[in-house]
């Protein structure tokens, strides 16, 4: 199985400050990662997917870059609608393996 | 609009059964690889199986292989999953979810909560 080391599992931010999320794969996955917002009580929504590819309206203050083992997830200026927990999802194999997610809170 | 309902969530003894519907309108059901994910209380997603279009290919996480069934009606644009020998670690909302060409998942339901306990 392909574990998903995700990190840092919380971080507190400020609304405008630069956030970076990192998830690792403890095999290659070419680019076959997607990351997911959460808010309490809602489903997953998806922000990215194929690494770096935009979901259709999703804020273009959100980025995502990598491939292989190492991928990361940033959020240019923080708004507070961004504060939210963040998973990323490895599809390249089964069983599909999510990271443990990370909580981003108002400093 | 895609949209995803589940049903049929609720309380159950362990070593219960209990079967989950996701009612999917607003696309092509039978296009489409579908699965089902779930988020135990205060933890973080796992996913627990994928099925594709015409039912004739499963996958499931090794934790619930054996003990829960996936399966699709394409006439009915319905996913389940079929979950026996429920035990307590199984307590958690289930997410109904499309997948996607790629094999990530683009759309979810709202969740359906299944709790097992005495």
């Known amino acids: 199985d392909i574990q998903m080391t995700q990190s840092p599992s919380s971080l507190s931010a400020s609304v405008g400050d630069r956030v970076t999320i990192t998830c690792r794969a403890s095999?290659?996955?070419?680019?076959?990662l997607g990351w997911y917002q959460q808010k309490p009580g809602k489903a997953p929504k998806r922000l990215i997917y194929?690494?770096?590819s935009l979901q259709s309206g999703v804020p273009s203050r959100f980025s995502g870059s990598g491939s292989g083992t190492e991928f990361t997830l940033t959020i240019s200026s923080l708004q507070p609608e961004d504060f939210a927990t963040y998973y990323c999802?490895?599809?390249?194999?089964?069983?599909?393996?999510f990271g443990q997610g990370t909580k981003v809170e108002i400093k | 609009e895609v949209r995803l309902v589940e049903s049929g969530g609720g309380l159950v003894q362990p070593g219960g059964s209990l079967r989950l519907s996701c009612a999917a309108s607003?696309?092509?059901?039978?296009?489409?690889?579908m699965g089902w994910v779930r988020q135990a209380p205060g933890k973080g997603l796992e996913w627990v199986a994928n099925?594709?279009?015409?039912?004739?290919?499963?996958y499931y996480v090794d934790s619930v292989r054996g003990r829960f069934t996936i399966s699709r009606d394409n006439a009915k644009n319905s996913l389940y999953l079929q979950m026996n020998s429920l035990r307590v670690e199984d307590t958690a909302v289930y997410y109904c979810?499309?997948?996607?060409?790629?094999?990530?998942?683009?759309?979810w339901g709202q969740g359906t909560l299944v709790t097992v306990s005495s």
């Open positions: 979810a499309r997948v996607t060409q790629l094999g990530n998942f683009d759309h």
């Open positions: 607003g696309f092509t059901f039978s296009s489409f690889w």
């Open positions: 099925i594709n279009q015409d039912g004739s290919e499963k």
């Open positions: 095999q290659g996955i070419r680019n076959d």
């Open positions: 194929a690494a770096s």
């Open positions: 999802l490895q599809y390249n194999s089964y069983p599909r393996t």
